[in-house]
């Protein structure tokens, strides 16, 4: 079975119930440039650097897919098993927490303090929409990556000593969205504890300042805001007290 063949049926045989075919376009001219490489002749043992551009493509078609992966699920609820939906950043969060993450519709992300840089693990629609960044695009970059030229650093600052003190803080400052607009970001930071009461992630709620004044459904912004927070940790907490009882019930049956 050749190379281009071996992938398709890999992906087409693991995820075809899960993504529509449409979606493997970009896989598939990524897979054209290893087959028409071999049937130019190249000799096995000769070695074959891929050329920037040709390594561009694939780092392109790859976080397509990723993104179309991440969207169907998001939208349908139908898993895409973490084995084969990996990257850097999106496998650090459960499957099962995402799909509970993906019902809150506030903007807001969940930060990883014990990860260097503490990237962001998860984004939720409202924050893409917002910022107008495409989820593979956020995922991994730190949780400063807004900020800008116009950005108080003080407040950056303040936000990277509440993490460090393990405190939750409230702040207003300039953001800039993907396509380099200014919002004023009004950005809640709180800790999230796991059952067993460390603190799993850091969870930032933004709401853009010129709503304030308008508030959501009837709610102040604060209100809006700790709706979101406490959402975010009662998945992390239901998700972790269910693998803690499933652990418990292993050892038990053990025994």
Request: charged share 20%; proline share 3%.
């Amino acid at each position: 079975m050749g190379a281009a063949a071996a992938w398709n049926e890999i992906v087409c045989g693991s995820c075809r119930r899960e993504v529509c075919s449409d979606s493997l376009v970009d896989l598939g001219r990524v897979l054209a440039l290893d087959t028409d490489t071999n049937c130019r002749g190249v000799e096995a043992e000769e070695p074959c650097e891929a050329s920037d551009q040709e390594k561009q493509g694939a780092a392109t078609a790859i976080n397509n897919i990723l993104s179309v992966l991440t969207h169907y699920s998001d939208s349908t609820g139908r898993l895409v098993c973490g084995k084969r939906f990996s990257s850097p950043a999106a496998g650090l969060i459960n499957s099962s927490l995402n799909i509970s993450l993906g019902r809150i519709k506030q903007s807001f992300v969940l930060i990883d303090p014990h990860l260097p840089n503490m990237p962001i693990v998860y984004a939720s629609d409202a924050f893409l929409k917002l910022t107008g960044y495409d989820r593979h695009e956020v995922l991994g970059c730190n949780w400063r990556f807004l900020s800008g030229v116009g950005t108080d650093s003080s407040v950056l600052n303040q936000i990277q000593e509440s993490i460090q003190v393990e405190q939750a803080c409230t702040v207003c400052f300039l953001n800039y969205r993907k396509d380099e607009s200014t919002f004023w970001n009004l950005l809640h930071m709180s800790p999230v504890r796991n059952a067993t009461g460390k603190i799993a992630y850091f969870v930032g709620v933004q709401m853009e300042e010129k709503c304030k004044s308008q508030g959501r459904h009837g709610l102040s912004p604060e209100i809006w805001q700790l709706s979101a927070v406490g959402a975010v940790k009662v998945a992390v907490r239901s998700l972790s007290m269910g693998a803690s009882c499933s652990t418990s019930s292993d050892r038990f049956n053990t025994l």
